[in-house]
Each structure stands twice: as C-alpha cells, then as structure tokens.
C-alpha cells in the first residue's frame, strides 16, 4: 500500500501564495500520473492539476497561470504552487497518485486545508 502525504496547507490571504507538497512512501516515478484536486464546501472534488510520468502537465482552468505542479524523483514528492490566490481557492487538497499494473491502483493522501481570506 502507499502511502501519500500531504503538508504546507493553511491560512493565507487574497493575492497570497502557498507551495503544497505531497510526499509518497514508494518511488513516484512508477505512477502513470500524479495529481492535485480540491474539494470545497459542498462542492465535489474537482482534478486541479496533473504531472505524468514524463513529467506533462495539465491544469484546471481556474488554476491556469496561477498553480504549478511539479516533481522531485529523487524525493519522491510533488508540489503544487500556488499563487495569487482567490477565497474560491478555498478548499481540501488532495494528493492522488495513479498508476495500471494488471489492474487501475489510485492512492490518496489524507489532504491539506487551504483557506484564501482577509
């Protein structure tokens, strides 16, 4: 089973930044993809960003030109920058981690608050 981890969530204001990581307790390079998504308050979980193996990236529309994921191998973790944020940004994060090996394996971390107000 693996294991992911999710830190560096918090309080920030309008027009602030956060940096996410989510560190994962087997090498990351064996997942087909990595992923952040959000749930806010009554709202259903929605896929923020996504990095590949090759290391392709893809973003929600909201976090275009705003969030950047990225990875680290070799610490087997991704991060997700975060910046200029918007109280709509207000949300549970999630780490998620894919991967198909004779069958579909997905992963979850536990997920990180992150609060955009003044």
């Known amino acids: 089973q693996v294991q992911l981890v999710e830190s560096g969530g918090g309080l920030v204001q309008p027009g602030g930044s956060l940096r996410l990581s989510c560190a994962a307790s087997?090498?990351?390079?064996?997942?087909?993809?990595m992923n952040w998504y959000r749930q806010g308050s009554g709202k259903e979980r929605e896929l923020v960003a996504r990095?590949?193996?090759?290391?392709?990236?893809n973003y929600a529309d909201s976090a275009k030109g705003r969030f950047t994921i990225s990875r680290d191998n070799a610490k087997n973790t991704i991060y997700l920058q975060m910046n200029s944020l918007k109280p709509e940004d207000t949300a549970i994060y999630y780490c998620?981690?894919?991967?198909?090996?004779?069958?579909?394996?997905?992963?979850w971390g536990q997920g990180t608050q992150v609060t955009v107000s003044s």
């Open positions: 998620n981690a894919y991967r198909y090996l004779l069958k579909r394996q997905d992963f």
């Open positions: 087997a090498s990351i390079v064996s997942f087909n993809h």
């Open positions: 990095i590949t193996s090759g290391g392709n990236t």
